[in-house]
C-alpha cells in the first residue's frame, strides 16, 4: 500500500544551496561526490562509486522474497554542471574560454569566476572582448554572441602571457561560475545550476522521506547519480542488468508553447532521444492523479537526459523523466519549492511501488501471450467506411443521347 509520504522542506533546501556552493563542472566532480555520498552515509544508505566516481546507492527490497524474481529500478539524477575551461591564453594577459557542456556565451558573459589552477584559484569576471561603452560607444551593443567574444580577466596583477604562466594559470584549467542563488519569501528559488542540483536535492528528500517513514520498498531501487550528463554521456555505462526501469530527474523547460510549469511536476512524454515508456510515463501520471500532485505533460524537441543515455547505450529498460519545471534554462534559472517538494513526493511514491508490469520480472520472453498492449480492441477497430451517395440521386441529369447507326454514317 503505498501513501504520500511528508518532504522535509528544510532539508531539501539546505541540501540544495549545499549543492550549490560546491563548483562540480562536468570533469571536475570529485568534491560533489564526496558531498553526495556523505549524504547517503548518514541515512545509512548504501552506495558503490564507479572508477571515476559515478554513485550507485540502493534502497534495499524490504518485502518478503518471493518465487519469482523481481527487478529493479534506478532513479537517475546528474551532479556535474555547465562551466568552463581555458581554451588559450593571449599576449595581453586575457584567457579564452571553451564552454562545457551547451550553452550559450550569452549567459557566461558578466559571470564571477573562480579558475582552478592545478595547484590554486583566482577569482575573475567573465567579458566581452569590448566591454567599456566610454571606449567602443555603440559598438558595444553590435558584438556577435559567441564563446569567442569573451574573454576571462583575472583578478590579479597581470599584463602579459608571462604574468599568466608564472601563477601556473594554464590552457585546460577550469572555470566555476557563481552559483549566485537567491531562495526567496514567496518560495521562489532563483541560481545558476538548479540544473541538476535542484534534482539531486529533491531525489536526496525523498530517499530521506522512505528512510525516515519506514515504508516497504518492493523492489531494489538505485538511486544513481551521475557525473558527464551536461557533456553527453550520463548514464551510459551504470546501469546494470537487473534494472528493469529507469526514471530520469532534471530540470524542465519553461517557455511559451512548452507545458513545463514551475509548480507540480513536468512529465515529458518525448525528448530528442524520442518517447518515453508509455507504460511507465502513464503510470506516474495516474500516482500524480490520485495523490493529489499537480502534473503537467510535455515534449522537449531539444533535450537529452539520462534516461535517453541509458537506452542509446543499450540497456533493456522502461524510461521516464520527471522534470521541475525552471524558466530561463542553462541560464539564471527559476523554480519554485511547491515544484521540488511535489517531484520528491512522487518519487517516494514511486519507490514504494513494485515493477510497472508483472511481465517484467523476467528479463525474455518466448512469447507474446502476456506481452503488454498499448491500445485495446475498441482503439483498433476498423473505422467504418465513408459511403457515398449515387451522383444521379443528387443531380437532375439529362438522358443520355443515342448513338449514331455506324452502317448509315460517313
Given at each position: 500500500?503505498?501513501?504520500?509520504?511528508?518532504?522535509d522542506?528544510?532539508?531539501?533546501?539546505?541540501?540544495?544551496?549545499?549543492?550549490?556552493?560546491?563548483?562540480?563542472?562536468?570533469?571536475?566532480?570529485?568534491?560533489?561526490?564526496?558531498?553526495?555520498?556523505?549524504?547517503?552515509?548518514?541515512?545509512?544508505?548504501?552506495?558503490?562509486?564507479?572508477?571515476?566516481?559515478?554513485?550507485?546507492?540502493?534502497?534495499?527490497?524490504?518485502l518478503?522474497?518471493?518465487?519469482?524474481?523481481?527487478?529493479?529500478?534506478?532513479?537517475?539524477?546528474?551532479?556535474?554542471?555547465?562551466g568552463?575551461?581555458?581554451?588559450?591564453?593571449?599576449?595581453?594577459g586575457?584567457?579564452?574560454?571553451?564552454?562545457?557542456?551547451?550553452?550559450?556565451?550569452?549567459?557566461?558573459?558578466?559571470?564571477?569566476?573562480?579558475?582552478f589552477?592545478?595547484?590554486?584559484?583566482?577569482?575573475g569576471?567573465?567579458?566581452?572582448l569590448?566591454?567599456?561603452?566610454?571606449?567602443?560607444?555603440?559598438?558595444?551593443?553590435?558584438?556577435?554572441?559567441?564563446?569567442d567574444?569573451?574573454?576571462?580577466?583575472?583578478?590579479h596583477?597581470i599584463?602579459?602571457?608571462?604574468?599568466v604562466?608564472?601563477?601556473?594559470?594554464?590552457?585546460g584549467?577550469?572555470?566555476?561560475?557563481?552559483?549566485n542563488?537567491?531562495?526567496?519569501?514567496n518560495?521562489?528559488?532563483?541560481?545558476?545550476?538548479?540544473?541538476?542540483?535542484?534534482?539531486?536535492?529533491?531525489?536526496l528528500?525523498?530517499i530521506?522521506?522512505?528512510?525516515?517513514a519506514?515504508?516497504?520498498?518492493?523492489?531494489d531501487?538505485?538511486?544513481?547519480?551521475?557525473?558527464?550528463?551536461?557533456?553527453?554521456?550520463?548514464?551510459?555505462?551504470?546501469?546494470?542488468?537487473?534494472?528493469?526501469?529507469?526514471?530520469?530527474?532534471?530540470?524542465?523547460?519553461?517557455?511559451?508553447?512548452?507545458?513545463a510549469?514551475e509548480?507540480g511536476?513536468?512529465v515529458p512524454?518525448?525528448?530528442?532521444?524520442?518517447?518515453?515508456?508509455?507504460?511507465?510515463?502513464?503510470?506516474?501520471?495516474?500516482?500524480?492523479?490520485?495523490?493529489?500532485?499537480?502534473?503537467?505533460?510535455?515534449?522537449?524537441?531539444?533535450?537529452h537526459?539520462d534516461?535517453?543515455?541509458?537506452?542509446?547505450?543499450?540497456?533493456?529498460?522502461?524510461?521516464?523523466?520527471?522534470?521541475?519545471?525552471?524558466?530561463?534554462?542553462?541560464?539564471y534559472?527559476?523554480?519554485?519549492?511547491?515544484?521540488?517538494?511535489?517531484?520528491?513526493?512522487?518519487?517516494?511514491?514511486?519507490?514504494q511501488?513494485?515493477?510497472?508490469?508483472?511481465?517484467?520480472?523476467?528479463?525474455r520472453?518466448?512469447?507474446?501471450?502476456?506481452?503488454?498492449?498499448?491500445?485495446?480492441?475498441?482503439?483498433?477497430a476498423p473505422?467504418?467506411?465513408?459511403?457515398?451517395?449515387?451522383?444521379?440521386?443528387?443531380?437532375?441529369?439529362?438522358?443520355?443521347?443515342?448513338?449514331?447507326?455506324?452502317?448509315?454514317?460517313?
Amino acid at each position: 500500500m503505498t501513501r504520500k509520504l511528508d518532504i522535509d522542506l528544510d532539508y531539501l533546501r539546505t541540501t540544495l544551496l549545499e549543492l550549490l556552493a560546491i563548483p562540480s563542472p562536468a570533469g571536475l566532480t570529485d568534491e560533489i561526490v564526496h558531498y553526495t555520498g556523505g549524504q547517503l552515509d548518514r541515512m545509512d544508505v548504501a552506495y558503490e562509486l564507479t572508477r571515476r566516481g559515478t554513485i550507485r546507492g540502493i534502497l534495499r527490497r524490504t518485502l518478503p522474497k518471493s518465487r519469482t524474481p523481481t527487478p529493479s529500478c534506478a532513479i537517475v539524477a546528474h551532479l556535474d554542471t555547465l562551466g568552463a575551461m581555458v581554451r588559450a591564453i593571449k599576449p595581453s594577459g586575457r584567457l579564452s574560454l571553451m564552454p562545457i557542456g551547451t550553452w550559450s556565451s550569452r549567459w557566461a558573459e558578466g559571470g564571477r569566476v573562480t579558475l582552478f589552477t592545478d595547484t590554486g584559484r583566482y577569482r575573475g569576471s567573465v567579458l566581452p572582448l569590448k566591454a567599456s561603452g566610454h571606449v567602443y560607444n555603440e559598438e558595444i551593443d553590435s558584438q556577435p554572441v559567441r564563446w569567442d567574444q569573451l574573454e576571462l580577466r583575472v583578478d590579479h596583477d597581470i599584463g602579459s602571457a608571462a604574468d599568466v604562466a608564472a601563477l601556473g594559470i594554464q590552457v585546460g584549467d577550469f572555470v566555476a561560475f557563481d552559483a549566485n542563488p537567491e531562495v526567496l519569501d514567496n518560495g521562489y528559488i532563483v541560481s545558476r545550476y538548479l540544473d541538476n542540483k535542484a534534482g539531486v536535492a529533491a531525489v536526496l528528500a525523498a530517499i530521506k522521506a522512505v528512510k525516515d517513514a519506514g515504508v516497504d520498498v518492493p523492489m531494489d531501487c538505485h538511486p544513481v547519480f551521475t557525473l558527464s550528463e551536461e557533456v553527453g554521456s550520463g548514464a551510459r555505462a551504470v546501469i546494470e542488468e537487473d534494472v528493469s526501469e529507469v526514471i530520469g530527474v532534471d530540470i524542465g523547460p519553461v517557455a511559451p508553447g512548452q507545458g513545463a510549469r514551475e509548480f507540480g511536476v513536468t512529465v515529458p512524454m518525448m525528448d530528442s532521444a524520442g518517447p518515453h515508456d508509455y507504460h511507465l510515463t502513464r503510470r506516474l501520471l495516474r500516482m500524480c492523479a490520485e495523490h493529489d500532485i499537480p502534473s503537467h505533460r510535455d515534449v522537449f524537441p531539444f533535450y537529452h537526459s539520462d534516461a535517453g543515455s541509458a537506452v542509446s547505450a543499450g540497456a533493456d529498460v522502461r524510461t521516464a523523466l520527471l522534470c521541475f519545471g525552471t524558466d530561463a534554462t542553462h541560464g539564471y534559472e527559476r523554480t519554485h519549492i511547491e515544484a521540488l517538494k511535489h517531484l520528491a513526493e512522487l518519487l517516494a511514491l514511486y519507490i514504494q511501488c513494485g515493477p510497472t508490469l508483472p511481465e517484467d520480472r523476467n528479463r525474455r520472453r518466448d512469447s507474446v501471450q502476456n506481452f503488454s498492449h498499448q491500445l485495446d480492441s475498441e482503439q483498433l477497430a476498423p473505422v467504418p467506411p465513408t459511403v457515398l451517395p449515387e451522383v444521379g440521386e443528387l443531380i437532375d441529369l439529362p438522358p443520355p443521347e443515342a448513338e449514331p447507326d455506324s452502317a448509315n454514317s460517313g
